[in-house]
């Protein structure tokens, strides 16, 4: 294992004057050391992750980090600045900065080095010795631990206020868990912190960080025993029904690191008022999955959205691998194998007609779960895991009676309310363990079904067949419009909740075992429109390249086969770098690609594929011609209004910060930054 940092990666005299130059200037110390493949690719990750939470810390130290696949080895270079640089700390700026890179797939030994020197920030005796070292050598061994930094007495100190506060009642016992969305630095120096300020006000404290190298859960006995717990996270902490119960300190993973002292005083101030903590199952209002990023002033709107969009997500690789199956079949046994056998009853190992049946009659299984599965996870997204009972049963009366995916939407939005209801009713300690086996699953799913079967389920499946059958009648200016509202939807946002939104609208369709014509059309357009942002990015960096930057040109070269596989994602590095522009022209072209497609009844039977489904396309080569004329759209107008700019951006800026690197879909929504 070569060493983690070396002298050649340590700058004493560090003259960037912008977290931006701070960043390339060490990393370009990695890349001459060969410890980094592709320094802007390698940047852009470092901006990426920098979008999602600043790296200041108090105290004037920085620590931009991130996992990344140019990376060939964990790697830490150290600047030291005299000017100060700003990472976003609350108390300044940073002269203390540490370049962390660690590999895609970095081995758990490498990340334990680096959760050491998270926590070796936290000592003042520490970040003391860096400032004062005057030779490079002597701060690589400081890091690496080669070298121990003078000690203040702060630990001695501390020992003797946690022996102090050992009294005949014993220790004060708080369980601890921390954790980040990189799970490299923030959630060990969070830990680091909340054992420091527990020794010095005399409580006892252990804590799970659940960081990239895995996590080793707090024994059973060590949760039981605790007096309160202390969540510093910004992701959602695993296996959170553990700490049910105990009175509770949710809070942000930089609070974890800025203010340990309140957070433990705030926990026994809790457990001094007898506060009752999360039910079992972790599901306390505000803690539901979708609710662990919330800001506190969310409305219900934006909380409604989420619950939805977490439906739709889970639902997602059901439809994909459903439709994708049906598709195969009816490419290899035509539209005829809807009325094959079934394949337990019949199958013939050398018959095309019996592996098409097979694949079709798979798919079909996987689509019976779509609507269960879409109201299960809003349940979730409401309520956590106590919600996907009566969520699934929910879905899956609205299947039996046939309200459709609108009945699997309502059925999921009763069953998270249902159940959000229940946990309001304070119940005796000794029911708290069966509420989440029983009594809540019991009582929910009982609302529910009588709710479904009886009062509402009715009126929503004559909803659901009226919207069926007016889809069945678009024609001429009706379609138009809706391909053109379906194209706008599809290109706003580029894979977030807009385009989703869109896209489930058009597989709901599909997912019936007969699906109508006027769904075929809305799936058809839905995903022409799709294929059109990446393609148009794609061609215009071709066409006009000196427009685009070093980076946005490799990026069109992956942004051809990403349309092409209709990934709408391949256009979100243009959108990020230049929303302004990048934004409008793709849903200009969305638009048009929608229209032209609803125009020329071209229908569809698989919910993705790309051009790689034309043979299960309806009017293949007026689809094609759709989708031409939708990027040509795109293409031309943004290059117009890039090309209204008075100076075109230089062949060097390869800004990190606005080029995310493209993925392939993941479903997240877009960091738009606006660069005009």
Known sequence: MSELITADLVDLDLSADTKEAAARSLAERMAAAGRVTDLDGFLADVAAREEQMPTGLDGGIGIPHCRSAHVTEPTLAFGRSAARIDFGAADGPADLIFLIAAPAGADSDHLTILSGLARSLMDPAFTDALRSADEPERVAALVRGDEEAADDGATAAADGATGAADGATGPFRIVAVTSCPTGIAHTYMAAESLERAAAEAGVELVVETQGSAGFDKLSADTIAAADAVIFAHDVEVREKGRFAGKPTVDVGVKAGINRPAELVAEAREKAARGEAGAPADGSEEGSAPMDAGAAAGDGFGTRLRKWLMTGVSYMVPFVAAGGLLIALAFAIGGYEITDATSVADHFVWTESASWAALLFQTGGAAFTFLVPVLAGYIAYGMADRPGLVPGFVGGFIATTIKAGFLGGLVAGLIAGAVVMGIQRFSVPSALRGIMPVVVIPLISSAVVGFLMFVVIGKPIASAQKSMTDWLNGLSGANAVILGVVLGLMMCFDLGGPVNKVAYAFATGGIAASDPSTGSLKIMAAVMAAGMVPPL?????????????????????????????????????????????????????????????????????????????????????????????????????????????????????????????????????????????
Not at 611 to 633: E, K
């Open 536 to 676: 148009a990015m794609a061609l215009a960096t071709t066409v006009r390249g000196r427009l685009f930057t070093k980076a946005e040109r490799e990026n069109g070269k992956a942004a051809w086969v990403l349309g092409a596989s209709f990934i709408s994602e391949g256009a979100i590095p243009f959108a990020a770098a230049d929303p302004l522009r990048v934004i409008p022209s793709a849903m200009a072209g969305g638009a048009v690609t929608g229209a032209l497609s609803m125009t020329f009844d071209c229908t569809l039977r698989a919910p993705h594929g790309g051009i790689f489904v034309v043979p299960l396309i309806g009017q293949p080569f007026l689809y094609l011609l759709a989708i031409v004329a939708g990027t040509a759209v795109s293409t031309g107008l943004v290059v117009f209004l890039k090309g209204l700019r008075k100076t075109t951006r230089p062949e060097t800026d390869t800004d990190p910060s606005a080029y995310p690197a493209a993925t392939g879909a993941t479903g997240d929504e877009p960091k738009v930054a606006v660069a005009v």
